[in-house]
């Protein structure tokens, strides 16, 4: 329509230049309006008419308009523009071959739908005004010559790099436009702000055609998985699945999880509405200690257009080693009985047990070495630091030096460990524990008064938080769970554990006498958590419960588990990215602690690589200057596959600590991945770029549409204007409202 009244397209005004082709001076074409408009206006004053000022003023304005349009046409408007030369310029067009261009719809891929547009007169009406090169876009740009050699089986899109290779080529050839005939699926991270002014700067307009629909109708996509990087043996983890779907509303399906062939865990979920995110949770066994590459996928469904995004793939490190806890109590209880005997069945951990039995004699279990702790509590770094968790029972605040409640602290804080405090006589408020440093880690704000231990009965129940948390489900599905934890006995006691901190988190209440407060409160502090679980009535579950229910070992376990699994050596490997899609470079770092888990800034540090194909590498990590303990390196992943590198530091020659990092690269997969036509990266290109998007059925003006660019080898055309049909339109407009107003007026 734009073009139908304007005579050129909306491109066309905006790259151009107004201009007047008469001879006649065009500072007197304003005088000359404002002559005629006086003129019209005293012809209308002086023929007396009584309209009124308002209808008088509506007359003249309309007369007023319609002259002026007629003297700017008698000065002869038209557009200035910059014109490609003929056969003198190139035309870079760039085809997307990568494999999401290979998907078929409505009988036919998106690569022969292009094809079909080139050779159904595109590529011809290009080559008749300008030379034409073509580029294949996909992992690698490539001229190509002949369309037979589109095959649709590149492995990733890479718009950005591809765009900034051709432009690259104009500071030595003519190129004055590009075509770039893509779904728009970049998968390299997008098109950077460099590469879009550097397009800029050489003033080439960048055209875009989109193939693929903009939405699937019948389609299934998993478009996240979150699941630890690493954990110990025989962990209860769970995969947090994202996905959507469309076509399938209140259709069920089955996610099942695989490491290989067998079967970790699977579950049936119901469909949420069309494109509407989702998350369902599974949980599975990390099972024994080693590499696992574990599968998540939804089976297709009948009528899906993509299978290929209905699965995606991670990596945990499962490991054999067995964290240290430290349980101090200041007497002896049944609690302390039932929790070490339900530790006892877990072979991944390793409680250490403090029992102060009178006031100068505690009694050790669990230890490893006959002095270790016989002088008591711990008073040094390292000694304390050699735990990964603490839980402290019923034993006053005043039973530590203000130098070991410091050190609590900095357990917490810089070594990054767990600590646990349970309800009794002598705990939290009762204990003393509010005006020490250890309440500054707490998730709660203890009460001011003492009081607090009640030894009354106390139903627990869990919250929103703690239905779907690991650390309470004693059952695999959340609402069972919930049931379960109304069904447990109620326990023994219980304590007023004050006001949870903006930052804890509240996973189990009790409610005691009608009045409901926290029972289970967890927070992070620093580099570690804090916890406070106030009762210490918990053994009743044991005691009240069927002896084949394991409820409170597996609340007990899952308890120590968490306490500790966030833990950190003195060495811990990472990378940003654990799964690389169509990516070469993989950053390594690695956060480099001493025996006091201070920063190390003077280790040597080194990355064992082991891949795919009996690949092996030694690369050396450097410090980062930064942050002092820190070093990275940047590996190039020579194959697809899943690798393995081993961070081992060193300082003056001897070893001081490693750790285990897993990545995989994997090639062609995120093609799978939002297949759709992507047209609102499309459309922003050719707009940031001065080009226009196209629509394959759209293309027959597009040669046209190159031919006004400011790129390349150019000369200048003058485009009339005044013979516009608007103007004509214009000038009929403006005379019919006046003689309809006067009409009615009764003034014609």
Do not use: C
Request: no cysteine; glycine share 8%; proline share 5%.
């Amino acid at each position: 329509m734009f073009e139908f009244l304007f005579k050129y397209p909306l491109s066309l005004f905006s790259k151009g230049q107004l201009v007047l082709l008469a001879s006649w001076p065009a500072w007197v074409l304003p005088l000359a309006i404002l002559a005629v408009a006086g003129g019209l206006g005293f012809a209308l004053v002086s023929h007396g008419r009584n309209w009124g000022k308002l209808r008088a003023l509506t007359i003249w304005l309309l007369e007023s308009a319609l002259a002026a349009v007629v003297l700017i046409m008698l000065w002869q408007p038209g557009l200035s523009v910059a014109t490609l030369k003929p056969q003198q310029n190139i035309v870079a067009v760039v085809v997307d071959d990568s494999r999401s261009m290979g998907l078929v719809e409505d009988g036919e891929s998106r690569s022969a739908q292009m094809v079909k547009t080139l050779r159904g007169g595109l590529l011809d009406n290009l080559q008749k005004k300008f030379q034409v090169r073509m580029y294949r876009m996909g992992g690698e740009v490539q001229r190509v010559d002949k369309l037979e050699t589109l095959t649709a089986a590149q492995s990733a899109t890479r718009i950005g790099a591809t765009l900034k290779q051709v432009v690259a080529e104009a500071g030595s050839l003519p190129i004055g436009a590009v075509v770039l005939m893509s779904d728009g699926g970049d998968n390299s991270g997008g098109i950077d702000l460099q590469t879009i002014s550097e397009i800029r700067r050489h003033r080439i307009p960048v055209h875009t055609i989109g193939y693929g629909r903009e939405k699937f109708a019948h389609d299934v996509e998993i478009s996240d998985v979150v699941t630890p990087a690493r954990a110990l043996a025989d962990s209860r983890l769970s995969a947090i699945v994202t996905l959507r779907q469309r076509g399938y509303e209140n259709q069920k399906a089955r996610i099942t999880l695989r490491d290989g062939t067998k079967v970790l865990a699977s579950q049936d979920i119901k469909f949420k509405a069309d494109g509407a995110m989702q998350t369902e949770t599974l949980l599975f066994n990390a099972g024994a200690a080693g590499a696992r590459n574990l599968t998540i996928a939804v089976d297709p469904l009948q009528g899906e257009e993509n299978v290929k995004n209905n699965s995606v793939n991670r990596l945990v490190h499962v490991t054999d080693a067995r964290p240290k806890v430290l349980y101090i109590e200041g007497e002896p209880r049944w609690e302390f009985k039932f929790i070490r005997r339900a530790i006892e069945l877990d072979k991944s951990l390793d409680l250490v047990t403090m029992l102060r039995t009178t006031q100068n004699k505690i009694y050790r279990q669990g230890v490893s070495n006959p002095k270790d702790l016989e002088d008591g509590f711990p008073v040094k770094v390292e000694e304390l630091f050699a735990y990964s968790g603490l839980i402290i029972g019923s034993v006053e605040a005043s039973y530590f030096s203000s130098t070991q409640q410091e050190l609590i602290r900095q357990f917490v804080d810089r070594r990054g460990g767990g600590v646990l405090f349970l309800g009794g006589k002598d705990s939290l408020s009762d204990g003393g524990y509010a005006s020490t440093p250890m309440a500054e880690m707490m998730p709660v704000i203890l009460p001011s008064r003492k009081g607090t231990f009640v030894r009354e009965a106390a139903n627990p129940e869990l919250t929103a938080a703690g239905r779907d948390s690991l650390l309470t489900r004693i059952d695999d599905n959340p609402d069972r769970n919930i049931e379960r934890w109304k069904k447990l006995p109620f326990l023994m006691n219980f304590q007023e554990p004050g006001v949870p901190k903006p930052g804890a988190v509240v996973l189990a209440d009790m409610t005691v006498q009608g009045k409901k407060m926290p029972l289970l409160i967890t927070q992070n502090y620093g580099r570690g958590r804090s916890a406070v679980f106030a009762t210490a009535g918990s053994w009743r579950w044991q005691m009240q419960m069927p002896k084949e229910d394991m409820s409170h070992e597996m609340f007990w376990q899952q308890m120590l588990r968490w306490l500790v699994g966030g833990a950190p050596g003195h060495v811990v490997a990472a990378t940003p990215k654990q799964l690389l899609t169509d990516e070469v470079q993989t950053p390594l770092r690695a956060e480099v602690r001493d025996r006091n888990y201070l920063p190390a800034a003077d280790a040597t540090v080194e990355a064992h690589i082991m891949g795919p194909d009996g690949i092996s590498a030694t690369v050396p990590m450097e410090p980062d200057p930064s942050t002092p303990g820190v070093y990275t390196t940047t590996y190039s992943t020579e194959k697809a596959g899943a690798y393995l590198g081993e961070v081992i530091v060193k300082r003056n020659g001897v070893e001081e600590g490693k750790d285990v990092v897993m990545f995989r690269r994997e090639d062609g997969v995120a093609e799978n991945f939002h297949a759709e036509q992507n047209r609102e990266l499309l459309e922003k290109l050719s707009s940031e770029t001065g080009g226009r998007y196209y629509k394959p059925a759209d293309v027959g003006k597009l040669s046209e549409e190159i031919s006004y660019s400011e790129a390349g080898i150019t000369t200048r055309e003058t485009k009339d204007l005044w013979n516009m049909p608007f103007i004509f339109l214009l000038l009929v407009a403006l005379r019919t409202a006046e003689w309809l107003l006067r009409r009615k007026w009764g003034a014609v």
